[in-house]
């Protein structure tokens, strides 16, 4: 699976919108790019997916760039409790079986403060 | 959504004693299930890959005969840690999906403590 790199850390004022950048700079053409985030002592949640085109759900905004090189998560208006570990990660797509796998790396830690 | 219940949520054993993690899916039949494991500070990493009906996938370095894995149904996979030391204190999660175009769901998690 291609590799990710994400900053190690951010800080974001509680109401504002976090912005959470992701270089796959290696992605090939049948990857797609997934977001999800763990809370402290939880089990990672699922926040979104996307190929190529933009997506938004209840959760937040995928942008993905033209060559998709890198991607932005976007939280349009972040709470405290959205501060968590936010992994950016790349995997086949029509992969099945054991090929599902997701490889974590170490994630952005982002920081809502009030 | 899709929910993934892990059970039990943390428990605390001897030093030479076994622990079982149920991994279920709720609401969806899962052919895979993923487990991992996250020490403190650290990313997750896979343990294995657990399918239904067949014998689960092992990652390098990881001992298929200390951690036993049985997926006997469509919504159950089971990790057992067999004579657990402290070095396998960590935080055990399962994952699984659905169909094909869905994506993983984790579930919350078990913090085993070996004393």
């Known amino acids: 699976d291609a590799k990710t790199t994400q900053p190690t850390s951010m800080d974001c004022a509680e109401g504002r919108a976090a912005n959470l950048p992701c270089n796959h700079s290696t992605i090939s053409g049948n990857e797609y790019v997934y977001w999800y985030r763990q809370i402290h002592s939880q089990g990672p949640q699922y926040i979104i997916h996307?190929?190529?085109n933009n997506e938004t759900n209840e959760m937040a905004s995928l942008i993905i760039t033209e060559d998709r090189k890198s991607s932005t998560l976007i939280l349009p208006h972040a709470t405290l409790r959205d501060t968590a570990v936010y992994y950016c990660?790349?995997?086949?797509?029509?992969?099945?079986?054991?090929?599902?796998?997701?490889?974590f790396g170490k994630g952005t830690l982002l920081t809502v403060n009030p | 959504g899709a929910v993934v219940s892990q059970h039990p949520s943390r428990v605390i054993c001897k030093s030479g004693t076994s622990v079982k993690i149920e991994c279920r899916s709720l609401?969806?039949?899962?052919?895979?299930m993923f487990w991992y494991r996250q020490f403190p500070k650290q990313s997750l990493m896979l343990m294995a890959t657990?399918?239904?009906?067949?014998?689960?996938?092992?990652e390098q370095g990881v001992e298929k005969d200390k951690f036993l894995i049985n997926h006997a149904s469509l919504t159950l996979s089971t990790l057992t840690v067999t004579s657990a030391h402290p070095e396998d204190s960590s935080f055990y999660i399962c994952s699984a999906r659905g169909d094909y175009s869905s994506p993983l769901h984790f579930g919350n998690g078990t913090r085993l403590t070996v004393t």
């Open positions: 609401d969806f039949q899962a052919t895979t």
């Open positions: 996307g190929l190529k």
């Open positions: 990660i790349v995997r086949p797509m029509n992969s099945g079986g054991s090929n599902y796998k997701l490889t």
């Open positions: 657990s399918n239904e009906g067949s014998k689960a996938t092992y």
